[in-house]
């Protein structure tokens, strides 16, 4: 079966990219639709210390099931995490999208 591409998701040499526009300091936490080429998430923790980020990479975690590091934004809105050890096709079925 052919893997099905998505504009947030993309392979690196260790696993899958995600390319996320995170909104800090919703009412709850949830994975939306796509915000330009990024997946879209909402997080109750607030853009203080890491919280945001922290909260991103676990609610990511729990979804693939697997490993997520942010890769590169630390501080803006535009990030890309990285699913460590997975494979695209999966990566996108648990997610979704």
Known sequence: MAVVSHPALS???TGVAIAVWVVPGSSR???QDLH???LKIRVAAPA???RAN???AELLSAVVGSKVSLKTGI???AKVFEVTGADL???RRKLGI
């Open 36 to 38: 330009g080429d990024r």
């Open 11 to 13: 392979v690196t040499s």
């Open 29 to 31: 936490t949830v994975i």
């Open 48 to 50: 203080e210390g890491g």
């Open 89 to 91: 096709d999966g990566v």
């Open 54 to 56: 922290q909260e991103v």
């Open 75 to 77: 501080r803006g809105r």
